[in-house]
């Protein structure tokens, strides 16, 4: 069974800085998929960005990156230029690949909250 | 406009009762899960399936019951088993276990409180 660490449950940074949230998690795979998810406080559950394990490269979406470290099972969301809109619950979620039985879904940490003051 | 609906948003029971929360996706997935969120918790698997008239046990599947009669449809019942049912419950849904697809689409939540 794989797990996802979150090691901080709040963080709070001004409007316009930069922001890392941190996640590790564990598992025996090779191949899997790990993601990001924003969980404002509508509740609705938001993609943030993902990453494949197979890719070297980092993942990015506008204002979002990734900083992947396979090795080392790590899995940090950088927020740069932070908003208020930001504020929200930040999910680390892993997947397994298809052929390892990814049909079972997400693994999810247990989030950051992160206020994002004006 | 593609997406999931989940309902009631809001939901009360009184201890001993069923109650059934709805799921319902026009994205023509294949794959749909449930999942209960607690404050700290994260989000824990109760139950999937990947195909009609099929479902896995997830993580927490104790004190729920699943059906998948229609691709489009997985209803999730809370029974009278279930210890501590007060939580928040998504459902989402994926492509397709061997699409390729990898991403979870979620409905907005449903809020059962027991009183």
């Known amino acids: 069974a794989q797990t996802v660490t979150q090691s901080q449950p709040e963080m709070s940074v001004q409007e316009a800085e930069t922001v890392t949230l941190s996640c590790t998690y564990d598992?025996?795979?090779?191949?899997?998929?790990l993601f990001w998810y924003k969980q404002p406080p509508s509740r609705q559950m938001i993609l943030v960005i993902r990453q494949e394990a197979y890719k070297q490269q980092n993942a990015t979406e506008n204002r979002f990156s990734v900083n992947f470290q396979k090795a080392a099972k790590s899995f940090s969301l950088k927020i740069s230029d932070s908003q208020l809109g930001d504020t929200a619950m930040y999910f680390c979620?892993?997947?397994?690949?298809?052929?390892?039985?990814?049909?079972?879904?997400?693994?999810f940490g247990k989030g950051t909250h992160l206020i994002i003051q004006p | 406009d593609g997406g999931i609906t989940q309902s009631p948003k809001y939901l009360f029971r009184k201890e001993g009762q069923n109650v059934t929360l709805s799921c319902e996706q026009n994205l023509n997935h294949d794959a749909m899960y449930w999942y209960r969120q607690d404050p700290g918790q994260g989000l824990r698997l109760i139950y999937y399936s990947q195909i009609v008239n099929d479902f896995q046990k997830g993580d927490i599947a104790e004190g729920y019951s699943v059906s998948r009669e229609k691709k489009e449809s997985f209803p999730l019942t809370v029974t009278s088993a279930q210890k501590n049912p007060t939580a928040f419950y998504l459902c989402?849904?994926?492509?397709?276990?061997?699409?390729?697809?990898?991403?979870?689409?979620f409905g907005a939540g449903s809020r059962l409180t027991v009183l």
């Open positions: 989402a849904s994926r492509e397709g276990p061997f699409s390729g697809a990898n991403v979870l689409t």
């Open positions: 979620a892993f997947m397994k690949h298809e052929a390892g039985g990814g049909a079972d879904g997400l693994t």
């Open positions: 598992t025996s795979e090779s191949n899997y998929y």
